[in-house]
Antibody, heavy 120, light 108 residues
Framework: QVQLVQSGAEVKKPGSSVKVSCKVS????????ISWVRQAPGQGLEWMGG????????KYAQRFQGRVTITADESTSTASMEVTSLRSDDTAVYYC?????????????WGQGTLVTVSS | ERVMTQSPATLSVSPGERAALSCRAS??????LAWYQQKPGQAPRLLIY???TRATGIPVRFSGNGSGTEFTLTINSLQSEDFAVYYC??????????FGQGTRLEIK
């Protein structure tokens, strides 16, 4: 059973960057695509992008292209997501989720979520 | 991009009754659809994948059906713990993976 543990909550200033990590146990990053999904307060789920092992690289939703970087380090079993040029509307809970395949499918395991607050 | 539309936005049902939640895709997604349950302060929980396959440990009162563009999640004999927000998600065409906007299932 794959388990995901995320880094802790962050408070950031507008214009700064944040990096959230997701440590994977019970599975290997080479066999499981890791996606990042965010949820703004009171809102729904939004896929930001994911690391796709079959490509050996990340794919992103168009609206996050250029501002979000997703990486995966198999040596530490850790995936990371960095968001730059933070704005107040980036305030959200950020989740990592894993697929059972090396490409995105359904997400059968989720991290506990990391709250990122962007405020001056 | 596949746009996923869920209806209704809010559904009020009494405990013990049946709830039917709808999800529509803007274009065919075959059976590449998943359903999730989310409670306040928690991560989403996978219920159904492949449009109709229950995930491990999901009670049999949860069932999914549909293919192409029309999908339904049915919850029989609603229990108190079933009142939550439900999301559908397509994984047929990516990027991006897309979710519906959610249906809130509340106690009538």
């Amino acid at each position: 059973q794959v388990q995901l543990v995320q880094s802790g909550a962050e408070v950031k200033k507008p214009g700064s960057s944040v990096k959230v990590s997701c440590k994977v146990s019970g599975g290997t990053l080479s066999n499981h695509a890791i996606s990042w999904v965010r949820q703004a307060p009171g809102q729904g789920l939004e896929w930001m992008g994911g690391f796709i092992p079959i490509f050996g690289s990340a794919k992103y939703a168009q609206r996050f292209q250029g501002r979000v970087t997703i990486t995966a380090d198999e040596s530490t079993s850790t995936a990371s997501m960095e968001v730059t040029s933070l704005r107040s509307d980036d305030t959200a809970v950020y989740y990592c989720g894993t697929s059972t395949r090396p490409y995105p499918t359904w997400f059968d395991a989720w991290g506990q979520g990391t709250l990122v607050t962007v405020s001056s | 991009e596949r746009v996923m539309t869920q209806s209704p936005a809010t559904l009020s049902v009494s405990p013990g009754e049946r709830a039917a939640l709808s999800c529509r895709a803007s274009q065919s997604i075959s059976s590449n659809l998943a359903w999730y349950q989310q409670k306040p302060g928690q991560a989403p929980r996978l219920l159904i994948y492949g449009a109709s396959t229950r995930a491990t440990g999901i009670p049999v009162r949860f069932s999914g059906n549909g293919s192409g563009t029309e999908f339904t999640l049915t919850i029989n004999s609603l229990q108190s713990e079933d009142f939550a927000v439900y999301y559908c998600q397509q994984y047929n065409d990516w990027p991006p993976i897309t979710f519906g906007q959610g249906t809130r299932l509340e106690i009538k």
